[in-house]
């Protein structure tokens, strides 16, 4: 394969976390169906998005796929970014319930123990509830959650990004360890960088950029054009996709815009 993009968007472990949110998220949209060995062929095939699928362009297709499951289904607008990131490195494990935050509970001072969310659900009667929530799909309860770094209150802390309704699960089940993918940043700024943008966002603010440049709106032209500059400072797939794909064929448009953002 050709990579034209940042080598860290091609690491597997970053293609292992998505494969699996894609799945478990399928398995909940489509509750009826309950055949594990037609899952076993959708599992199949989609562990071929990323770059051998007949029908998808590598790797583009792949994070622009995962983010419109994410965002579409649940306006997850920055877990792609944790995944993606070049300043966070992920690892799969076994991670003890008492390592984590958790949002299972509302309104707890800096997150709750696992010991007050199984008294939180039995007090509100979900126990039955959490159960047939997962029973009315085939099995996905056990399905690694995503953990990612994030400091409060001057302390590193691992939060669930995605998974709390497995945690709930595991702790009225009596567990004190679920798999997880778990993320931690390897600089001190402690925010995503340098991560995959989709395409198609991209797409859309240069649907209004164009329409501002056409109708001589220079203000609101020149805004659109420092919101791709702040975009593309933060993302080297950015830079490749605006030159590749977000503005094909030749125009003035494209020449001012070009211009005005140096790319080359």
Avoid at 37 to 57: H, N
Avoid at 220 to 231: G, M, T
Wanted: aromatic share 12%; no cysteine.
């Amino acid at each position: 394969m050709n990579k034209v993009y940042p080598e860290h968007i091609y690491e597997p472990i970053r293609q292992e976390i998505a494969v699996s949110y894609v799945r478990h998220e399928l398995r909940k949209y489509l509750p009826s169906l309950k055949d594990q060995e037609v899952w076993k062929k959708i599992d199949a095939d989609i562990a071929t998005w990323f770059d051998s699928a007949p029908f998808l362009f590598p790797v583009r297709d792949f994070w622009n796929g995962v983010h419109g499951i994410m965002m579409g289904f649940k306006l997850y607008n920055h877990l792609l970014a944790f995944i993606t990131a070049e300043n966070v490195a992920w690892e799969k494990r076994l991670i003890s319930l008492n390592e984590l935050t958790f949002g299972t509970r509302p309104s707890v001072d800096g997150g709750p123990k696992s010991s007050e969310v199984k008294d939180w659900i039995e007090y509100k009667n979900l126990l039955g509830n959490t159960q047939r929530y997962y029973e009315n799909t085939v099995k996905r309860d056990e399905d690694p959650i995503i953990v990612t770094q994030k400091r409060m209150d001057d302390v590193d802390k691992l939060v669930v990004y995605d998974g709390n309704g497995r945690i709930a699960l595991a702790i009225v089940q009596g567990k004190i360890a679920v798999n997880a993918f778990v993320s931690h940043f390897v600089d001190e700024r402690r925010k995503p960088e340098n991560y995959w943008f989709p395409t198609s966002v991209l797409m859309e603010i240069n649907h209004f950029a164009k329409k501002a440049f056409e109708a001589k709106d220079e203000a609101l032209y020149q805004s659109y054009v420092n919101v791709f500059k702040n975009i593309l400072s933060q993302s080297q797939s950015a830079v490749y996709e605006m030159k590749d794909r977000v503005v094909p064929g030749e125009s003035e448009y494209k020449k001012q815009l070009f211009a005005d953002l140096a790319l080359g």
